[in-house]
């Protein structure tokens, strides 16, 4: 496994087995693909895998991290109780970012203990192989998308100067709007914007979502794409290659799983 690299995937509660049901056969290419990732992790697992999540409380504008000790969820919310999920933070990599001067301005601690969904379901297929490795959550909500994308050649530096592997895994959905369908409507954004976000992961082209129109990017109704964008920072300046492993729509949600490795 490479030092460090950046995965791309989705977090509909829905692909978890216990919450889908017979729906997950509706998302067999998203939950291959994401079973092919944990199973890579499995094989050489990483030291911490950092995580950023648009769900994750904290301010629009900054990146927040988790620096309590321990970090737990549940999928509570969504009805399943006994689905519950602990692990240890990497407080010397949390203190590592929150005290790099090039990063001060971007970011905030969060005093939380919390996981919600957005990093749940990733971790869901991992513990399902056997992996379970330090963390470190990342808030990625909204803001400006330089900074985001900024922060990440920022992490990427701070952990190619680190010993060990690590792995930046962008957490989010794209479009809600690609088809008609229960509390939704179709916006010709939706699948539009998908489309730019599968061609930027394959190409590691970030530039194709720094682009984007403001406008554009409301009316495609997108969650992931801050998160995306720190996925990029972290592997720039680096000889790098795209690959995107699976996108569905299935419920009108687009569903990517990418990844960035060094060439």
Known sequence: MEDVFSLFVPHPPIIVEKIGGSHIHEVK?????????????SAEPP??????????????????????????????????HSL???????NELVD?????ADSASTVEPLAQSRLDHGVLVFMDFLAREGCRPKLVVVSAIWGERNAFWEFGKKLGGILRGREGRYVYVASGDLSHCTKDGPGRSF???GPEFD????????E???QLLMELDE?????????????FLIGFGVMDGVPAKGEVYSYEDTFGVGYLVGAIRPA
């Open 187 to 189: 916006h010709k954004e």
């Open 215 to 227: 406008d554009f990017i409301h009316r495609a109704q997108q969650c992931g794409l801050f998160s």
């Open 47 to 80: 030291d911490t895998l950092v995580i950023s999540s648009p769900h994750t409380s904290g301010s629009p504008g900054y990146i927040g991290v988790l620096t309590e000790p321990h970090l737990s969820g549940s999928f509570g919310e969504f009805g399943y």
């Open 84 to 90: 519950t999920y602990a692990y240890e933070n990497d």
């Open 204 to 206: 590691n082209n970030p």
């Open 96 to 100: 590592e970012i929150l005290q790099s």
């Open 29 to 41: 290419s998203t939950r291959e693909s994401l079973f092919r990732l944990a199973r890579e992790l």
């Open 195 to 202: 489309r730019k976000v599968v061609e930027a992961v394959r």
